[in-house]
């Protein structure tokens, strides 16, 4: 890849505010060289045009989102990829049989990479939980990390089994390049991980429709975004 990173200014206050670029994976994992991971975000959903959460809702894409995906390929130019990973929601599996197709990969699937389990809350738009649940809503933006909807996960629970599988996917892959494809919640609960940053700063990072982020992971168990949003 010839880009490096060209981070948001919401990004450089994170990196400023935590300078310890420490992963808080399993530091034990053995690695010959570093791993470098490309982290997608799917593309554009129907619906896209009104703020809501889609959570484990299985929607779909628009033309333009799948045309998102096709509009990738070129940036990989050069790149030696040895293995997709994706959610298994078909915004995420559609993008990644894309991607996986050009080089000749087939796509896991992991529902550990499913966004975040929104609950009740799942399909509403923000306009109609702000009506219905005003209070919740509050309660929720009072404390990001903490607060779980009703039938649904926390950050905490999202990191819990989010986690683990990047873990594992660069103790598969140590010292070669993975492409993931997963969602905006997922992507920046890994990011924050990646920098060492708290899950209250998850809207410090953007991640907009079929973005790429580039994450290297060291032997000695650090990890440095290269590419964030792009």
């Not at 808080?24 to 703020?51: C, N, Q, W």
């Not at 809501?52 to 390929?73: F, I, M, P, S, W």
């Not at 040895?82 to 559609?94: E, I, M, N, Q």
């Not at 529902?111 to 929104?118: D, F, P, V």
């Amino acid at each position: 890849m010839k880009s490096e990173i060209r981070g948001s200014s919401a990004f450089i206050k994170i990196l400023s505010a935590f300078p310890a670029f420490n992963c808080r994976y399993d530091k034990r994992i053995p690695m010959t060289s570093k791993t470098r991971i490309y982290l997608i975000r799917h593309g554009e959903v129907v619906g896209a045009g009104t703020p809501r959460y889609n959570g484990h809702a299985d929607v779909g894409l628009t033309e333009r989102g799948v045309a998102q995906y096709h509009g990738l390929k070129s940036r990989f130019d050069g790149a030696r990829i040895a293995a997709c990973y994706t959610s298994d929601l078909t915004r995420c599996t559609t993008g990644a049989g894309i991607l996986g197709g050009h080089f000749g990969l087939e796509p896991v699937r992991d529902s550990n990479l499913r966004e975040l389990n929104i609950g009740i809350w799942e399909g509403m738009t923000w306009q109609e939980l702000m009506a219905t649940y005003p209070a919740e809503w509050q309660a929720r933006l009072d404390d990001i990390v903490h607060y779980r909807v009703t039938e649904g996960e926390n950050l905490l629970d999202l990191e819990s089994r989010v986690m683990p599988v990047i873990g594992g996917i660069v103790e598969r892959h140590r010292g070669e390049e993975v492409l993931v494809v997963a969602h905006g919640g997922v992507n920046r609960v890994i990011l924050l991980n990646a920098i060492g940053a708290p899950l209250s700063a998850l809207f410090n990072i953007e991640q907009n429709y079929a973005c790429l982020n580039i994450i290297d992971y060291y032997a000695d168990g650090k990890a440095v975004v290269k590419l964030l949003n792009g």
